[in-house]
């Protein structure tokens, strides 16, 4: 089993920035990638970036490409997202995510509660 808890959301003016943090426990040997998950109200939850082990990679949504970037602290077992220049469209509940690599695809056993982002214009 892995526990993620997630910090670091709150309220920002567009333009802004804000780092969120996702803290893991439990068997973390177990994890291939972490990534960051966002749902906007009325909206599907959307992939936004994610950090993968062996080898290091970091892939992005188009969305946020050069604006965030995804960072792991293996000492810590902590993935974080410094996001900048946040713009209104990226108000949303931000999910932490972990999981493992499965015939060759992502499965994300592992979820956080979540931690609001609000962007005002």
């Known amino acids: 089993q892995v526990q993620l808890v997630e910090s670091g959301g709150g309220l920002v003016q567009t333009g802004g920035s804000l780092r969120l943090s996702c803290a893991a426990s439990g068997r973390t040997s177990d994890i291939y990638a972490m990534s960051w998950f966002r749902q906007a109200p009325g909206k599907e939850r959307e992939f936004v970036a994610r950090?993968?082990?062996?080898?290091?990679?970091?892939y992005y949504a188009d969305s946020v490409k050069g604006r965030f970037t995804i960072s792991r602290d293996d000492a810590k077992d902590t993935v974080y997202l410094q996001m900048n220049s946040l713009k209104s469209e990226d108000t949303a509940v931000y999910y932490c995510a972990a999981g493992g690599l499965v015939s060759g695809r992502i499965e994300y056993a592992y979820w956080g509660q979540g931690t609001q982002v609000s962007v005002s214009s």
């Open positions: 950090f993968s082990r062996l080898p290091i990679s970091t």
